[in-house]
């Protein structure tokens, strides 16, 4: 038998429903983890190319990151030279945007105030990881495209997750108490 709330046309119970904030973090923060092994080793050419992608697709953490990371660095300039630190500095940002962006996405089955901002930087972050692909598949370098298609193949990922987030607006709230 049917659920009662499914008959009067309310929302229909989906058991992948209930996962997809942590789809949508965790596609994010494998984007931000494969873009630090892409920069570690060596794919993307150089360190700085990307460190600064890095930094465009955790942008509203990396400006917070830059200001860290030099004060960091005048204060120990000898730790920062380990390899652990250029991971903990390149990934920190990345982690702890999509830690916030899994938050809000929780919080908001019961706010409608965290589920727009969790919608909106839901949003934010797909359109970066999928603009940080297409920007390495189509850069000039030849050697440095095949690392793009990883971000484009989480970006595109990220983007079905969101729509179904988006799309099935009765997800956010719960389901309403049915009398027998």
Request: overall charge positive; cysteine-free.
């Given at each position: 038998?049917?659920?009662?709330?499914?008959?009067?046309?309310g929302?229909?119970?989906s058991?992948w429903?209930r996962?997809?904030?942590?789809?949508i973090?965790?596609?994010y923060a494998l984007s931000?983890l494969?873009l630090?092994?892409?920069?570690s080793?060596?794919v993307?050419?150089?360190h700085?190319?990307?460190?600064?992608?890095?930094?465009?697709?955790?942008l509203?953490l990396?400006?917070a990151?830059?200001?860290?990371d030099?004060?960091?660095?005048s204060?120990t300039?000898q730790v920062l030279?380990?390899?652990?630190?250029e991971?903990v500095?390149?990934?920190?940002?990345?982690?702890?945007?999509a830690?916030?962006l899994?938050w809000?996405l929780?919080r908001?089955?019961h706010?409608?105030?965290?589920?727009?901002?969790?919608?909106?930087?839901a949003?934010?972050?797909?359109?970066?990881v999928i603009?940080?692909?297409?920007?390495?598949?189509?850069?000039?370098?030849?050697?440095r495209?095949?690392g793009?298609?990883?971000?484009?193949?989480?970006g595109?990922?990220q983007?079905?997750?969101?729509f179904?987030?988006?799309?099935?607006r009765s997800f956010?709230?719960?389901l309403?108490?049915v009398?027998?």
């Amino acid at each position: 038998m049917k659920d009662a709330s499914y008959r009067r046309g309310g929302p229909k119970p989906s058991s992948w429903l209930r996962w997809v904030p942590e789809e949508i973090a965790g596609t994010y923060a494998l984007s931000v983890l494969s873009l630090a092994v892409l920069t570690s080793e060596g794919v993307l050419g150089d360190h700085l190319y990307g460190h600064l992608l890095m930094g465009f697709m955790a942008l509203p953490l990396s400006v917070a990151a830059a200001a860290t990371d030099l004060a960091m660095e005048s204060l120990t300039p000898q730790v920062l030279t380990s390899g652990t630190a250029e991971w903990v500095s390149l990934l920190w940002p990345g982690l702890l945007q999509a830690l916030l962006l899994w938050w809000l996405l929780r919080r908001g089955r019961h706010s409608v105030r965290s589920e727009r901002w969790g919608r909106l930087v839901a949003t934010l972050t797909t359109f970066l990881v999928i603009v940080s692909g297409v920007v390495v598949v189509f850069d000039q370098w030849a050697p440095r495209r095949p690392g793009g298609i990883p971000l484009l193949v989480l970006g595109v990922l990220q983007a079905f997750f969101v729509f179904g987030y988006v799309y099935k607006r009765s997800f956010a709230t719960p389901l309403p108490k049915v009398d027998p």
